[in-house]
């Protein structure tokens, strides 16, 4: 089992930053790929940005050159660092990670809000 807690969201204008962060404790030797996700009201959840342990990365082109996730391995922590933020990035945003077997273990979500 692998517990995963999210935090960092909040209440942000058009143009700033916000770092959200995603702690994954338990079976964490068994994870083998982490990724943030984001759903809007009446949306469906969408990818935003992934990471593999060997850190190869992928993202929404919506985020490009926007937003970068990283990885602390020993901590078992993946961070999102967004800029330039939009008011489209407002949504609830969910850590997913994912373990050999396959099993996926998601967050609670952390809300962001992009609005002047």
């Known amino acids: 089992q692998v517990r995963v807690v999210e935090s960092g969201g909040g209440l942000v204008q058009p143009g700033g930053s916000l770092r959200l962060s995603c702690a994954a404790s338990g079976r964490v030797f068994t994870i083998y790929h982490m990724g943030w996700y984001r759903q809007a009201p009446g949306d469906q959840r969408e990818l935003v940005a992934s990471?593999?342990?060997?850190?190869?990365?992928n993202y929404a082109d919506s985020v490009k050159g926007r937003f970068t996730i990283s990885r602390d391995g020993p901590k078992s922590t993946v961070y999102l660092q967004m800029n330039s933020l939009k008011p489209e990035d407002t949504g609830v945003y969910y850590c997913?990670?994912?373990?050999?077997?396959?099993?996926?273990?998601w967050g609670q979500g952390t809300q962001v809000t992009v609005s002047s």
């Open positions: 997913r990670v994912t373990t050999y077997g396959p099993n996926d273990y």
């Open positions: 990471i593999t342990i060997s850190d190869s990365t």
